[in-house]
């Protein structure tokens, strides 16, 4: 038995100990490829997770709430703020929109969700920002010259080694002191400016005298007030101009003055110095700027962005012109660059800067040249019809050819009112109110009827179906003569006929293509496409043309090829421009809050306020361009009603614009800005107009706000409220209005009037609701709703339709669908400026001059 056994040698030993070492290592493994029927969730027998609870953590959350943000991008986003241990961990949308109704139960669609941007979504790093204002703080040279009793040379003017902004230590005071500090600065610098005495230091100091005259000897028409964008806060921001009203109270005091002659302080405009308004609008149409909600690219079988990188600036509302594309709407770019916008357009037309109106002339010229315009739409929409007398260039008058006329009486939407008789307030006004002494400036005018062979009177109501009823068949072109009635006879021509010879000698598509840059099939074609497309075209402008001198004379060519293509005023066929703040006129019972009479104030909050408006409105180019009017030589070309004052104060809320990122802002920090005596700025991020301010207030941002507000948008439909949020404020800011409330208080103690305190009673007592409520009631757009009812629903993330005519709003429906006049002398859409100016300036017409 021992011979026949192997001999088990230790090298044979560890070697068949390692094979089964291997064998039973392999096991388990192998079997883990074998099928298993017992294990059906594998998850289940996985090993611990515990290690993904740390990284789930970090989406965990304690509480959400909803906040709006609304920078100047005009678009306004409810967003979700989720926290945990009080601190925003993130942002989202609220998806809320879909959920928005008016007071009709109308709903908007769930496609406007979600609604937000990058940005938004980004928002905390700004709230937790490193440049968050914290405290309130003082310049240091600027509250020496308080406190030093504000010492002046012999002109008035400040000791220069106490005003050396951007160069001096700032001081951190208490919310008290500061509102002092800025209260004491405003009493000293309009009593130092007030009547004969001051007037004599700003002849000293060199200002125009046209501008020393404009203040009428009032030293508070020196102080500026800029709420900076005011349309982004009814309260908070419009508060400035409250301010400015209420310094009217402080005039009277000055000057001796009852409240029939007290002035206010003055308000910067937030708009044409922005050049945001699009000066050619209220010259076409009387209408300060016409558009569409963006959402109605859904109806339009053509947008054309004419400078508007519409993808890349309106976020939130890029998805309705993509969307729009992928239902077979043709996307045009007209730009001068390549853009985001242009990489989902169809066409891109680049042309050279400044152009535009040149583009715009050489559209017509095609469109007129091949008989492609809208024979019906021009003839009873427009001025093109109306006939020009070529010896004065003005419009032949009814009075002019019929003795004795008398203007007809108007009925179409429209009252007038007589001498001694005041329009209501806009909440009762159902029709347009005009004066009876512009009524009878203005006349009647005239067409050549091609059927009788004579001109027939064309009165102002005698616009679209109108017009047709009255049977005329108005000449577009020809020359014809006239006998006046003194006798003469003169040569008329209709507006059409003389834009037809300018475009025709000048603009062919050959030397547009010159001018513009653009070649002349992209000329040739987009002409032919936007009268194939007529009715249906919808042609968005950006503003970055406007800042050219050549502005009006862009948005004039541009209106003229729409009104040839019926593409004003109808549901995919219209024109817009974008900015956002003239839409403040959608609260036009605003003047409730920032016009009531501080001489008789509503201290009742069931009741509305009485106003009168104290403070005027200026605008900030003239402090723009070295604080003076347009003068050249001996030439004032500055207006009577446009003529500024000088600035010694400027106080602005909520936008760097004004001094920070000012054009030529060189010349204002240097030049400009030592003339002024104070500077308040109020923020909640330290930007560079807080660098060159004299006194800074911090304020909170829209995540922490106290009391809540309101606004609204030119690009959508929706009525926002900013809802108050239980964050607790992050460092010493306080509300803006909170601010207008605590400087005026001061005012009150120094001046003993009672009335600065009490002007702002319900921001003292935390119910601004009450002053919410009041232009909610006093708004065409908002009559009926509830301030309390918004804010609950805004906390929830949903907005309010906002009650404009149409959905989408587009401006000029009423005048295309029902025939009711424009806000024009005529009523029609005006391509004719018989005005002086524009006639000796060679505009009378829509022209092309090179940009400046
Ligand atoms: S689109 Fe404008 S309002 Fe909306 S989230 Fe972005 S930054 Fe805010």
Redesign the pocket.
């Known amino acids: 038995m021992a011979e026949g056994r192997s001999r088990l040698t230790r090298r044979a030993f560890l070697t068949l100990s390692a094979l089964a070492a291997v064998e039973a290592a392999c096991r388990p493994s192998l079997s883990l490829f074998r099928p298993s029927d017992e294990i059906l969730d594998p998850f289940q027998y996985y090993p611990s997770r515990d290690w993904e609870r740390l990284y789930r953590d970090l989406y965990r959350y304690d509480s959400t709430f909803h906040f709006l943000?609304?920078?100047n991008?005009t678009?306004?986003?409810l967003?979700k703020a989720y926290v945990k241990n009080n601190v925003i961990v993130r942002i989202g949308p609220s998806f809320g929109y879909g959920r928005a109704t008016d007071l009709y139960g109308n709903a908007a669609s769930a496609r406007w969700d979600p609604?937000?941007?990058n940005?938004?979504l980004a928002l905390l790093r700004r709230i937790y920002g490193p440049r968050r204002c914290r405290q309130p703080m003082v310049r240091r040279g600027f509250k020496e010259w308080v406190e030093r009793g504000f010492p002046r040379d012999a002109a008035g003017r400040p000791p220069r080694e106490l005003f050396q902004r951007g160069k001096d230590e700032w001081v951190q005071v208490s919310w008290e002191e500061a509102f002092d500090l800025a209260a004491r600065a405003l009493l000293n610098i309009a009593k130092t400016y007030t009547g004969e005495h001051g007037a004599r230091l700003l002849r000293a100091q060199g200002y125009d005298e046209a501008m020393i005259e404009a203040m009428k000897g009032s030293g508070t028409q020196t102080l500026k007030f800029r709420g900076g964008m005011p349309l982004l806060g009814t309260v908070r921001i419009m508060a400035l101009y409250r301010l400015a009203n209420a310094l009217a109270l402080l005039d009277a005091k000055l000057r001796n003055v009852g409240p029939d002659q007290a002035l206010g302080g003055r308000g910067w405009d937030s708009y044409s110095w922005h050049t945001d308004l699009p000066p050619g609008h209220p010259m076409v149409t009387g209408q300060q700027t016409v558009e569409f909600d963006l959402c109605d690219a859904e109806n339009a079988r053509m947008v054309i962005c004419w400078g508007m990188n519409w993808i890349s600036t309106k976020?939130?509302d890029a998805h309705w012109l993509t969307e729009a594309r992928l239902k077979g709407t043709k996307i045009v770019a007209v730009t001068v660059e390549y853009s985001s916008t242009c990489s989902k357009a169809d066409e891109v037309v680049i042309i050279r800067p400044g152009t535009d109106a040149a583009l715009a002339l050489g559209i017509a010229h095609v469109l007129i040249k091949e008989k492609l315009y809208d024979e019906e739409f021009v003839k009873c929409f427009t001025d093109l019809p109306l006939l020009v007398r070529m010896d004065t260039l003005g419009h032949l008058k009814a009075s002019d050819i019929i003795p004795n006329y008398r203007p007809a009486p108007l009925q179409n939407n429209v009252k007038i009112v007589k001498p001694g008789e005041d329009a209501p307030p806009p909440i009762r006004q159902e029709a347009q109110y005009i004066s009876e002494e512009l009524r009878q400036e203005w006349g009647d005018f005239t067409v050549w009827d091609a059927k009788a062979g004579k001109p027939a009177v064309v009165t102002r109501d005698e616009v679209g179906e109108h017009f047709k009823r009255k049977g005329v068949d108005p000449a577009l072109e020809g020359e014809f003569e006239v006998q006046l009635v003194d006798g003469r006879r003169v040569r008329v021509r209709p507006v059409f006929d003389l834009i037809k010879q300018y475009v025709f000698d000048t603009f062919d598509p050959d030397s547009v293509s010159k001018l513009t840059w653009a070649p002349k099939e992209a000329i040739l074609n987009l002409a032919r496409e936007i009268a194939r497309f007529r009715g249906s075209t919808l042609v968005a402008v950006g503003m970055g043309p406007n800042h050219f001198f050549n502005n009006d004379l862009k948005d004039r060519a541009i209106f003229l090829v729409c009104a040839l293509t019926r593409n004003v005023g109808v549901h995919g066929g219209n024109i817009g421009s974008y900015a956002g703040n003239y839409r403040s006129a959608l609260f036009n019972g605003n003047p409730q809050f920032i016009a009531e009479n501080p001489f008789d104030i509503e201290l009742d909050p069931t009741k509305p306020a009485r106003t009168k408006s104290y403070y005027k409105m200026e605008s900030a180019h003239y402090f723009n361009y070295g604080d003076r009017p347009l003068r050249i030589g001996n030439k004032l070309f500055t207006g009577k009603t446009h003529l500024p004052t000088p600035t010694k104060v400027m106080w602005f809320a909520n936008s760097n614009s004004i001094l920070g990122n000012i054009k030529w802002h060189y010349d204002v920090v240097v030049n400009t800005l030592p003339k002024v005596e104070m500077i308040v700025v109020q923020d909640w991020w330290w930007t560079a107009s807080c660098e060159y301010a004299d006194v800074v207030f911090p304020v909170d941002s829209w995540a922490e706000f106290k009391y809540p507000d309101m606004t609204a948008s030119v690009t959508n439909p929706f009525l926002q409220v900013f809802p108050r949020t239980g964050l607790p404020r992050l460092h010493n800011t306080r509300s803006d209005i909170e601010v207008c409330a605590g400087v005026s208080r001061r005012l009150a103690e120094l001046t003993g009037d009672r009335r600065f305190a009490d002007y702002w009673k319900f921001v003292e007592e935390g119910k601004v609701e009450v002053y919410l409520q009041r232009i909610l009631n006093a708004s065409t757009t908002t009559r009926g709703y509830r301030i309390e009812e918004l804010e609950a629903k805004a906390k929830e993330g949903i907005p309010a339709l906002i009650l404009t005519r149409t959905y989408p709003k587009i401006m000029g429906w009423e005048h295309t669908n029902e025939s009711k006049p424009w806000y024009t002398k005529t009523g029609r859409l005006e391509y004719y400026r018989p005005e002086p100016e524009f006639i000796e300036y060679g505009e009378a017409i829509p022209v092309y001059r090179e940009p400046v």
């Open positions: 943000c609304a920078p991008d678009h306004n986003c967003l609604r937000c941007c940005k938004g976020m939130p």
